[in-house]
């Protein structure tokens, strides 16, 4: 069954089956990419403009460093970006609250939202994050309905009135297949009308103990999970960019199972993990985040050597850049495939001095960052 028929709202729920815990949600409160703009506020930009545009502050934030989300273009001089506090878009009061930055959605094409890794099938998630409207300010307002969706499917709305001050909210949905999902939050009131969003999280329930809790693809995992029926088999399979089973083993005579097994080549964030058993049926999820991993090969040689850097871990499509590090030197860039790994020839800089060095990777959308020595002959 697909995600679109198995996507279901669940409303108010008391679990207490497993303890939480959350999926990674790269730059969660927005203030990865400042706000340059004198305004303190500044939409993503749509004319190719800037904070001197003539008709609104714009700023490129789709291509800053660490952005996470992907801002939908502006049409008709509504749309989506991000501010600071007391600034004229009249967001609401921000004191108080775990972060300094709010995304807008003003008018109905307005949208944000970015793949986040880790789901697992039939997985029962709660997305929360805190939720404003304008401030009336003269011919302006904040009588916006606000969507939040998962491929699409609409898990939760939210139809706010001017001066709502930032409340926190939350839904909670099933995700039929594992693997990766984009989370969008949309503006569906046309006109102007603005709303405001930060502080997103995405938390999931697991009952499958996993260790160590972070790696890189290729690091060992142990998963340890009970309930199964004595002695049936039970299966490990991760959902990176394909479901990959990576260990199997027989439960105990108490119906426990300790698992071994590799992450496989996955994205950045995280990996969703499930225990199955084969003759009970049970399932048991849990999962491991993820970072990037670097390696140089050959790991030594003079300054005009070519070398092969080879990454892993970084986030599916993103673009790379990579650095020699003393001194601080572009080698050049490459694009994480699929898996977010990727492989390129780049040239040891003329200026190297011999002895250790390091040459960097970056990814441009996660700020993932990644190292490997090397030693210049």
């Known amino acids: 069954m697909s995600l679109a028929t198995k996507l279901c709202l669940l409303g108010v729920l008391t679990i207490s089956v497993a303890p939480a815990d959350s999926l990674t949600v790269v730059n969660a409160n927005f203030g990865n990419a400042a706000v340059q703009c004198s305004s303190g506020y500044a939409y993503q930009s749509y004319t190719g403009g800037n904070c001197g545009s003539p008709y609104d502050p714009q700023q490129g934030f789709n291509s800053s460093l660490g952005i996470g989300w992907t801002f939908a273009p502006v049409s008709n001089m509504l749309g989506a970006g991000l501010t600071n506090p007391n600034t004229t878009f009249e967001p609401p009061p921000f004191a108080g609250l775990p972060f300094g930055v709010a995304a807008f959605l003003q008018g109905n094409t307005a949208a944000f939202g970015q793949t986040i890794t880790g789901f697992v099938p039939d997985g029962l998630y709660t997305l929360h994050f805190y939720l404003g409207s304008r401030y009336t300010y003269g011919g302006y307002s904040g009588n916006q309905t606000v969507e939040a969706t998962i491929d699409g499917q609409v898990v939760g709305t939210w139809a706010l009135t001017s001066n709502a001050p930032f409340t926190f909210r939350s839904a909670s949905f099933t995700a039929g297949t594992g693997g990766s999902h984009i989370l969008e939050f949309v503006g569906t009131v046309s006109g102007d009308e603005t709303a405001f969003v930060s502080g997103v999280n995405l938390e999931t329930r697991d009952g499958l103990t996993v260790s160590p809790s972070t790696g890189v693809p290729g690091t060992g995992v142990v998963a340890s999970a009970s309930g199964f029926t004595p002695f049936e088999t039970v299966n490990l399979v991760a959902y990176a960019s394909a479901p990959t089973m990576i260990g199997t083993v027989s439960a105990d005579a108490s119906g426990t199972a300790n698992l071994e097994g590799r992450l496989p080549q996955t994205p950045f964030g ?8 084969q003759s009970s049926g049970t399932v048991v999820s849990g999962i491991i985040s993820v970072r990037p991993w670097l390696s140089v090969s050959p790991n030594s040689g003079a300054a005009g050597t070519t070398v092969t850097v080879t990454g892993f871990g970084y986030a599916a499509g ?8 003393n001194p601080p030197t572009s080698l050049g860039s490459a694009t994480a495939n699929k898996n977010g790994s990727f492989s390129a020839q780049l040239v040891i800089p003329s200026g190297a001095a ?19 020595q090397i030693t210049v002959q």
């Open 270 to 277: 995280a990996c969703g993990l499930q225990a199955a058993g």
């Open 318 to 325: 993103e673009a790379i850049g990579v650095a020699w590090s």
């Open 354 to 372: 011999a002895g250790t060095d390091e040459v960097v990777a970056r990814g441009q959308r996660t700020d993932a960052l990644a190292g490997a």
